[in-house]
């Protein structure tokens, strides 16, 4: 069930709304060759090392890591880094909030069948028309944090695990009907090119630290969210073994909703570097004029409204854990209060698509810029405190004992990677991004 519950955190709108845009905005093969890269070298040694400060710490991330540190270092200053962590989650929350209430809308539009036989033009302005009402974003953010809070206040964890159980085959048979579709009516040629063909000249160093920070992102990584699962991970559980088949599982779906939405891009002419809006502009057109288009449509929308739940539950229970513990107050309040916070903070992300669209400073939009401070430098920072502590400053001794099923090759691996490859990795590409070298 551990390995569903962390599945159900990692997969979500990262993966079907984020991965494509992205990809789409930063030109395709060459893009998706370092995020891939950046998955597996520094997303898998990262994860193992969030996975077993979690379990040895058995408590939330901040005070983990304060109980670690005095335990390992004699000092508890490390609780910085789960503060670091919870941070990025409060952020990135407060606009997946927001992001997710757009699938509840295209949920009850799909079910209307507002989108058949539709144009490219027509479903652009049904997309505009979301994010130009306020109140309508509103109703809809408010909505699902609500749910979240609702969730979270009871702390029905089992019962969301048993749930992905079933949520994920579905999404993937889902899934699968929209790859045909992309298949026999997208340009599929050109979207397996535009993915899968590289084009380096177009790479920047901002390029490889928006890699790198989906990478983050797509795991959950350095938001304490696996961390906190961590603690729940039962002593024979395999950390190693768990960590892997997590990540395999995430870029698979990743991947296989570029394969879906670039095809019908291409097909209908529309602009792969869209932005935020490029699955609501493309796969309501594969919905529009499928047979069950109706059916499979609503379905979709509304497992991704599920998937984008689990995440968002991922993101809150850590901080709401450390506000127990920290005050020693009921559940419920603590999940009110956190969630109240985030909401409010969503609203920024809600006026940066209309009124607030025109302030513009440093990476864009407001939108834009609580997006790239959590996702691409909170975030490796985090993962890379995580990292650095879990693979120099526990005791050989205590890393081994958590990872005591691995082999003396996988052990040495994770360490290798761990110790030198991933922070080197995170330090260099945030380096080279402010412009150092």
């Known amino acids: 069930m551990f390995i569903l519950a962390v599945s159900g955190s990692a997969i979500g709108l990262g993966n079907i709304w984020k991965f494509p845009y992205i990809t789409g905005v930063n030109g395709g093969g060459a893009f998706v060759i370092i995020y891939l890269i950046c998955i597996f070298s520094i997303g898998l040694p990262i994860m193992i090392s969030e996975i ?22 004699g000092n508890g200053v490390w609780k910085i880094v789960g503060f670091i962590g919870l941070m990025a989650g409060f952020l990135i929350l407060s606009f997946y909030s927001v992001i997710a209430g757009w699938t509840f809308h295209y949920f009850l539009l799909t079910l209307q069948g507002l989108f058949i036989e539709t144009s490219a033009m027509e479903v652009k302005t049904v997309f505009n028309q979301l994010t130009q009402s306020i109140p309508k974003q509103l109703i809809y953010h408010s909505f699902f944090m609500i749910l979240t809070v609702s969730i979270i206040s009871k702390g029905v964890r089992n019962g ?3 749930a992905v159980y079933f949520m994920m085959p579905a999404l993937l048979i889902i899934m699968c009907v929209l790859l045909y579709y992309s298949i026999t ?13 590289p084009d380096f000249s177009i790479i920047t160093a901002s390029t490889i630290l928006v890699a790198m920070g989906h990478a983050f992102f797509t795991l959950s990584l350095g938001m304490g969210c696996v961390v906190m699962y961590g ?6 559980e395999s950390i190693f073994k768990t960590s892997i088949i997590i ?5 698979f779906i990743a991947l296989f909703a570029g394969l879906i939405i670039f095809p019908i891009v291409f097909a209908n002419n529309l602009d792969p570097g869209a932005g935020p809006g490029l699955i609501f502009q493309t796969l309501p057109l594969a919905f529009g004029q499928i047979n069950g288009g109706i059916l499979f ?13 689990t995440s968002a539950i991922s993101l809150l229970e850590p901080s709401v854990v450390w506000l127990i513990e920290k005050r020693q107050i009921r559940r419920s309040t603590a999940a009110i209060l956190m969630g109240l916070l985030i909401w409010s903070m969503g609203i920024f992300t809600i006026l940066s698509f209309n009124n607030l669209s025109s302030f513009v400073f440093w990476k864009g939009t407001i939108f834009d810029n609580i997006d790239f401070l959590a996702s691409n430098i909170l975030l490796p920072i985090s993962g890379l405190l995580f990292t650095v502590f879990a693979s120099w400053f526990m005791s050989h001794k205590s890393s081994k004992r958590e990872l005591s099923d691995t082999t003396i090759l996988q052990y040495n691996i994770w360490r290798f990677l761990a110790r030198y490859i991933a922070p080197l990795a995170v330090i260099i590409i945030l380096i080279n991004f402010i412009g150092v070298f």
């Open 247 to 251: 990540v395999l599982c995430d870029t």
């Open 185 to 197: 009516q997208g340009n599929f040629s050109e979207g397996v090119s535009f993915l899968f063909k």
């Open 52 to 73: 077993m400060i979690g379990r040895k710490g058995k408590r939330n991330p901040i005070t983990s890591m304060e109980i670690l540190g005095i335990e390992e270092t």
């Open 160 to 162: 969301l695990e048993k």
């Open 231 to 236: 603690a729940y991970l039962e002593e024979h």
């Open 297 to 309: 449509g609503a379905l979709f929308f509304a497992l991704i409204s599920f998937a984008a739940l």
